[in-house]
């Protein structure tokens, strides 16, 4: 019996990818490059500054200008931080829908607390999860399962009663490994690296209001 349903936030609850790519663009910019269409982006845009630099400037952590690169991105980013971005089309009515089912929900995010606090409050749900566990909190981050596992323990909720929601193959492998139900969202980022069936989940969407033939 799910009790408690856990969401990822960047390509699961909230389309971010237009601020995170306005930042990436900012960068090319200023360095004389012409910028990306945001479709383009949109599909690393759930792996944050590694995967979008990687995919603008073809830089990885390790490499000699990356840290610099990060730190000028998540600057940039800060300071346009909900312009574009807006939950997807649905997010609300599910979040309805689980609340008037008695169930609990909350945030589990790699994205540092610095951006889900002030992000989470443009998007009017900072009062509304019975948890946020962001990037930073938990030594530990996706897909370890040491997040979900710091929600469940929050929630006074056993993972076993726990879905969690997600548009990353690094939130299917964190659900497992934390012994939750993994469900991927369809219409989420998903990334370039290998189609989603293969991931290892049983349940796959293509609009959040799907979640509710699981719940």
Request: charged share 25%; glycine share 8%.
């Amino acid at each position: 019996m799910i009790r408690a349903v856990l969401f990822d936030l960047d390509g699961t609850l909230a389309d971010t990818a237009p601020d995170l790519g306005h930042a990436l663009n900012r960068q090319r910019i200023a360095r004389g490059l012409v910028s990306l269409p945001i479709n383009f982006l949109r599909t690393e845009a759930s792996a944050g500054a590694r995967g979008l630099l990687n995919l603008g400037f073809n830089i990885k952590p390790g490499d000699l200008e990356y840290e610099m690169m990060c730190n000028e991105f998540l600057d940039f980013y800060a300071e346009r931080l909900c312009n574009d971005t807006c939950l997807f089309p649905g997010v609300i009515e599910l979040l309805e829908q689980i609340e008037a089912r008695g169930l609990l929900w909350g945030i589990v995010t790699n994205k540092h607390r610095r951006f889900t606090g002030p992000l989470l409050k443009q998007l009017d749900l900072d009062q509304r999860a019975a948890c946020v566990i962001s990037g930073g909190d938990t030594v530990q981050s996706k897909p370890h399962p040491e997040p979900l596992l710091a929600a469940s323990h929050t929630l006074t909720i056993p993972p076993i009663e726990c879905l969690y929601l997600g548009d990353d193959r690094r939130d299917v492998e964190a659900s497992l490994a934390a012994g939750m139900e993994p469900v991927i969202a369809k219409y989420g980022y998903l990334g370039s690296e290998s189609p989603p069936e293969s991931w290892g989940a049983r349940y796959l969407i293509e609009r959040p209001q799907d979640l509710l033939n699981y719940l």
